[in-house]
């Protein structure tokens, strides 16, 4: 498994990091927790690879597949690594395929890391939640604690934007995704190898957690 350190405001992911895998003094550490830069593409504040860069991050995106544990069919999906300064424009472009209406899920792993929490919200309004979806951006893209997807309320088509900032969209047809990724520039590559797959840090604050609890409030989520 992948080895993942949630790093608070407080803790600056030295010791424990430390014991799990070799890194170099502290000083290089610390910088290499401040880049956020790699080629055209840049990261969020909520991750960043191992400092040994098994995986170094860029833009594009692989076809994938997801099975339903309650139905056990297989849906097409597509795993997109998008620069941050695209990727909240491009997060609503895709629910906006998703309908008029729909459900959404937030996860937290603020106090579960091994077991996040999950809050819903079904039938809401799309443009509503978009409009409450901005007034949390920094949330959604800088906290490596809190995940969203948001599903259509009739169909099997979700997008989610995980902990790792990466979008999944799942359902059984892939085209209208795969056009709103090309409009933003984002490629397809067969074998594109996303954060998530190598060793990695995953970043929070405690301010994330409270916005974390508003945003919760304010969608009248519930678990």
């Given at each position: 498994?992948?080895?993942?350190?949630?790093?608070?405001?407080?803790?600056?992911?030295?010791?424990?990091?430390?014991?799990?895998?070799?890194?170099?003094?502290?000083?290089?550490?610390?910088?290499?927790?401040?880049?956020?830069?790699?080629?055209?593409?840049?990261?969020?504040?909520?991750?960043r690879p191992a400092w040994q860069l098994g995986i170094i991050p860029e833009a594009g995106y692989r076809h994938?597949?997801?099975?339903?544990?309650?139905?056990?069919?297989?849906?097409?999906?597509?795993?997109?690594?998008?620069?941050?300064?695209?990727?909240?424009?491009?997060?609503?472009?895709?629910?906006?395929?998703?309908?008029?209406?729909?459900?959404?899920?937030?996860?937290?792993?603020?106090?579960?890391?091994?077991?996040?929490?999950?809050?819903?919200?079904?039938?809401?309004?799309?443009?509503?939640l978009e409009s409450q979806l901005w007034n949390f951006e920094d949330l959604l893209l800088n906290d490596g604690c809190t995940s969203i997807a948001v599903l259509h309320s009739e169909e099997p088509f979700e997008v989610q934007l995980d902990e790792h900032k990466l979008l999944i969209a799942y359902g059984p047809a892939m085209h209208t995704f795969e056009t709103i990724l090309s409009e933003q520039g984002v490629r397809q590559k067969k074998n594109l190898r996303v954060i998530s797959q190598g060793d990695h840090m995953h970043t929070s604050t405690s301010h994330h957690m409270t916005q974390f609890e508003d945003l919760v409030s304010q969608l009248h989520a519930d678990v």
């Open positions: 498994m992948p080895y993942e350190q949630h790093v608070s405001e407080n803790d600056t992911a030295t010791d424990d990091f430390a014991n799990s895998i070799a890194r170099p003094d502290r000083t290089t550490f610390e910088a290499h927790l401040a880049r956020r830069r790699y080629g055209h593409f840049t990261l969020t504040e909520a991750i994938d597949s997801y099975k339903d544990p309650i139905t056990g069919e297989n849906l097409p999906a597509i795993v997109a690594a998008v620069s941050s300064e695209r990727l909240f424009d491009t997060f609503l472009q895709l629910i906006e395929s998703l309908g008029d209406a729909c459900d959404v899920v937030l996860e937290s792993s603020h106090e579960h890391k091994s077991h996040p929490k999950e809050w819903r919200r079904e039938g809401i309004e799309r443009i509503l």
